[in-house]
């Protein structure tokens, strides 16, 4: 079943920007935070950003850091990645996904993420 859903992506020139969206159909349980991936074709997954629900701090990758914003409205449920200047680079499938656990000390370890979306395609052209 469709655990989180992801919209928002699509081809955007370089320099522009998306916003894409995670939302959770049902109801999932013991969720710590959720964070993003993206995966392009022949690499392996990468961390993008997460958000905590604790403490709602945020944790993004190197790449990003000033580019992308995570947040959330909590009126409509809903986790968002606000992506700015976007590069060639930043093309890719982009998945949400729920974290549960805490096996590493970091942000980044998929096994720490049990929910995850089908993914939205990032395209970018220069």
């Known amino acids: 079943q469709v655990q989180l859903v992801e919209s928002g992506g699509g081809p955007v020139q370089a320099g522009g920007s998306l916003r894409l969206s995670c939302a959770a159909p049902?109801?999932?349980?013991?969720?710590?935070?959720v964070g993003w991936f993206r995966q392009a074709p022949g690499k392996e997954r990468e961390f993008v950003a997460a958000?905590?629900?604790?403490?709602?701090?945020?944790y993004y990758a190197d790449s990003v850091k000033g580019r992308f914003t995570i947040s959330r409205d909590n009126a409509k449920n809903t986790v968002y990645l606000q992506m700015n200047s976007l590069k060639p680079a930043d093309a890719a499938v982009y998945y949400c996904?729920?974290?549960?656990?805490?096996?590493?000390?970091?942000?980044?370890?998929?096994?720490?993420?049990?929910?995850w979306g089908q993914g939205t395609q990032v395209t970018v052209s220069s």
């Open positions: 996904a729920a974290r549960t656990r805490y096996g590493c000390s970091g942000y980044g370890c998929l096994s720490d993420y049990a929910y």
């Open positions: 049902g109801r999932i349980f013991s969720v710590h935070g």
């Open positions: 958000l905590s629900w604790s403490d709602l701090n945020t």
